[in-house]
Nanobody, 119 residues
């Protein structure tokens, strides 16, 4: 069983930046890496995903967030710029066999890291 651990969350003011990282206890070859978030009282929502060189983003973060990997097979990191209060949520790293926006298609999940953006 592969364990995922997120890091890099914190508190910033609107307009600020954070970089989230995901560490895996094992290697997942040919797996997609995704980031999801969940705000209090809301459902978990897709943020971004990457598989090889292909990426996909939620419309709400397009142009502000960038997902990348250090090398093939490495977990995806999430650079978040121009953060807004509505980005406040717990952010989860996930990995699965398909590049998809559907959270139920991801096999492995981290415990989440809190991101708080103040106005």
């Amino acid at each position: 069983q592969v364990q995922l651990v997120e890091s890099g969350g914190g508190s910033v003011q609107a307009g600020g930046s954070l970089r989230l990282s995901c560490a895996a206890s094992g290697r997942l070859s040919n797996y997609a890496w995704g980031w999801f978030r969940q705000a209090p009282g809301k459902e978990r929502e897709f943020v971004a995903a990457i598989m090889w060189s292909r990426t996909t983003y939620a419309e709400s973060v397009q142009g502000r967030f960038t997902i990348s990997t250090d090398n093939a097979g490495s977990p995806g990191n999430l650079q978040m710029d121009s953060l807004q209060p509505e980005d406040t949520a717990v952010y989860f790293c996930a990995s699965g066999p398909f590049l998809t926006r559907s959270w139920d298609q991801y096999t492995y999940w981290g415990q989440g890291t809190q991101v708080t953006v103040s106005s």
